[in-house]
């Protein structure tokens, strides 16, 4: 069982699919249907089912996808879930350009603007995301001061450093 389920559409799968990689890097386990969709499930039961199990469900968006069917189906489960359940947290993203602002019908729930707020942005949603599940927060240290170029970042004790010449 993942403790955190990701949706998202297929305009922001880039910056979605970094974002999975970021947090996975941090040893979070989460649900991505693109790699974690078992070969010939029923794709809504299995989703719903995932969002069932999670503790947070974070979902990911843009103008583009702000209004797509399936997006708009796994925030009313989420809600639903949380209604029913009471123990769902839901976090939104933007992930993408958001000029119009457009956002999935029903969140309420301030958005952490990954697509324009940089580095601060990204700590604030794995700080929310560790508080949500109970768990000390990893030290961040931006990607873009360890490896020019480079977006996202590390938890510093997620590698063991080794002294030179060991």
């Known amino acids: 069982m993942a403790e955190i389920f990701l949706s998202w559409g297929k305009p922001d799968e880039a910056a979605v699919m970094a974002l999975v990689d970021q947090l996975r890097g941090l040893g979070l386990e ?3 249907y693109s790699a974690d969709m078992p070969g010939g499930a029923d794709i809504s ?8 199990l999670a503790r ?9 996808t702000a209004d797509r069917e399936w997006i708009k189906t796994e925030v009313d489960w989420a809600y639903k879930t949380r209604h029913n359940y009471g123990k769902l947290e839901i ?8 000029p119009e602002g457009r956002r999935p019908h029903l969140l309420e729930e301030s958005v952490v603007d990954l ?12 700080e929310r995301i560790y508080e949500l599940l109970d768990r000390p927060p990893p030290i ?10 480079s977006v996202g970042a590390v938890d510093a004790r997620a590698r ?3 002294r030179p010449g060991a």
């Open 56 to 64: 947070v469900v974070v979902i990911c968006f843009s103008d583009a």
């Open 30 to 32: 989460l649900f991505e």
């Open 45 to 52: 039961d299995e989703v719903m089912d995932q969002i069932d």
């Open 160 to 162: 063991p450093w080794a």
């Open 140 to 149: 961040v240290v931006p990607a873009d001061r360890t490896h020019p170029g």
């Open 115 to 126: 697509h324009g707020g940089g580095s601060a942005q990204y700590r604030k949603l794995v």
């Open 91 to 98: 976090l939104p993203v933007w992930v993408g350009p958001h």
